[in-house]
């Protein structure tokens, strides 16, 4: 499993951007992925996630400012982020789950740098 992640950069507040996630084989080969960061001296923060069939879920805490999005067809996972605000800054890592038994096991994909500031 490779996921590759990109779209990360230099964003203004208030500003937009779309990260992308690209599997090396179908998205459906697994239970579900996700989006998830990581700033400088705190833990891994989950931001957003999508089953295999289709159902999302964010952390209250984002407030609808990020949306995750799937297109079957090119095995990609979008991460599309609005208002960001300096406290966005952080390394963006995309995820993948599969569940064997009740055993979950995670893939990650390299981080994407993300920073909002003036």
């Known amino acids: 499993v490779q996921l590759q992640a990109s779209g990360g950069g230099l964003v203004q507040p208030g500003g937009s951007l779309r990260l992308s996630c690209a599997a090396s084989g179908s998205i459906f080969s697994f239970d579900g992925m996700g989006w998830y960061r990581q700033a400088p001296g705190k833990q891994r923060e989950f931001l957003a996630g999508?089953?295999?069939?289709?159902?999302?879920n964010y952390p209250d805490s984002l407030k609808g400012r990020f949306t995750i999005l799937r297109d079957n067809a090119k095995n990609t996972v979008y991460l599309q982020m609005n208002s960001l605000k300096p406290d966005d800054t952080a390394v963006y890592y995309c995820?993948?789950?599969?569940?064997?038994?009740?055993?979950?096991?995670?893939?990650w994909g390299q981080g994407t740098q993300v920073t909002v500031s003036s």
């Open positions: 995820n993948s789950w599969e569940l064997r038994g009740t055993k979950r096991y995670d893939y």
């Open positions: 999508i089953t295999s069939g289709g159902t999302t």
